[in-house]
């Protein structure tokens, strides 16, 4: 049963600047946040044989995700054993049953295990079983796949227990990425979290966006902790965010009821937004690489059955939320070069900006 909570910023002030802009901030919050958390490394769907695999960049650190021989999803710091080196450079491709150092040829097994040492026989000592690839912890839901660096924070599970089965109607995991376009954002990540936590701006800032569906009427149903969100209402029955404000496409999943009527959208903290609209679903995944820049990759999501048909063409919706995208992503470089000026203070949320001041809450809690 899912309750609604009004999220009253109760006059809590924005963040001081210094967690927007300091280097030294930022390299804190990638030890205490991004070194961590369980972070959103991509889609399962891109894994599709064994030997595929991608690369993931988190905290600084290239991590190796790959399917291994058993259909198991691993993921590995992309280091060398013998000296070090970084091993794979390709940002994604397929490994014929092994993966290989190309310095001296030390090879692994697909589950990380070190199978050959070239002349390493006579070393004294030396065994191939002592020296596997460093793992990272890996996990799945919902189709997409998340790894965590640290091996001190708890299970996946208990942490993403709170939503595990909430987006279940939508079928995530049966999902196919039609499209994804990369942004270079010139703000801090903490801003694009937070710009998507209100609405309070969207008659100014997304006037085709309100047309669709009103700004008032967002209902926030997770207040309080990592996972923040709710609903905003579709003005027209039937409707979707797309650029005719139409669809074709039937619902996904067992989207029905009130939800086809409702477009969803939650932060994942610390690393994914996901909006749940009746016939697709779209997710942002945010990889902050400077205090000041953010790289965002925005994927479009549809039922794999839809996408087979003829006809099928997601630009509607691509189109429609590429300008909205465009358009929140100017707003937060504007504010970015706000927070950068020696007059900023922090100024106090509305009521309307709960979640931001939630948000806040949460990132401090995590930070201390
Ligand atoms: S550093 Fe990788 S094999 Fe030597
Ligand atoms: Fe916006």
Redesign the pocket.
């Known amino acids: 049963m899912t309750t609604f909570v009004k999220a009253d910023a109760a006059g809590q002030k924005t963040l001081d600047a210094h967690w927007y802009r300091s280097p030294e901030t930022f390299a804190l919050e990638r030890e205490r946040v991004f070194a961590r958390e369980w972070i959103c490394a991509g889609r399962m769907e891109h894994l599709q044989r064994a030997g595929d695999f991608f690369l993931a960049e988190i905290a600084r650190e290239s991590v190796i995700v790959v399917r291994d021989q058993h259909d198991e999803i691993r993921a590995f710091f992309n280091v ?6 970084r ?1 794979c450079e390709m940002q994604s491709g397929h490994f014929t049953g092994s993966i290989q ?6 090879t692994y097994a697909l589950d990380g295990r070190l199978k050959v040492a070239r002349n390493m026989a006579d070393v004294e000592g030396f065994s191939v079983d002592d020296y596997p690839l460093h793992a990272v912890r890996a996990a799945t839901w919902e189709g997409f796949i998340f790894v965590c660096l640290s091996p001190d924070t708890p299970p996946f599970e208990t942490v993403f227990e709170p939503i595990a089965h909430r987006f279940r109607r939508w079928h995530i995991a049966d999902l196919r990425t039609a499209r994804t376009i990369r942004y270079d954002l010139r703000c801090n990540w903490k801003l694009i979290f937070q710009n998507y936590s209100e609405c309070y701006h969207c008659p100014l800032v997304h006037p085709q966006l309100d047309k669709l569906s009103p700004s008032d009427s967002g209902r926030n149903d997770l207040s309080e902790g990592r996972f923040l969100g709710g609903y905003s209402e579709l003005r027209n029955h039937g409707a979707s965010l797309t650029t005719t404000g139409a669809t074709s496409r039937p619902p996904v999943g067992e989207v029905d009821g009130a939800d086809i009527d409702r477009v969803y959208y939650y932060t994942l903290f610390p690393s994914m937004l996901l909006s749940l609209h009746p016939d697709y679903v779209m997710v942002h995944y945010a990889n902050p690489v400077a205090p000041d820049r953010t790289l965002v990759d925005c994927a479009w999501l549809f039922d794999p059955q839809t996408m087979s048909r003829a006809d099928f063409d997601p630009t509607d919706a691509v189109e429609f939320w590429d300008m909205t995208n465009r358009q929140d992503w100017h707003v937060n470089e504007l504010t970015q070069k706000g927070i950068e000026s020696r007059a900023y203070t922090p100024g106090v949320y509305a009521n309307a900006e709960g979640l931001l001041a939630a948000f806040d809450r949460h990132y401090m809690s995590t930070m201390s």
């Not at 150092?101 to 030390?106: I, K, L, T, V």
């Open positions: 060398c054993r013998h000296r070090g080196t091993i150092c190309p310095y001296h040829a030390w």
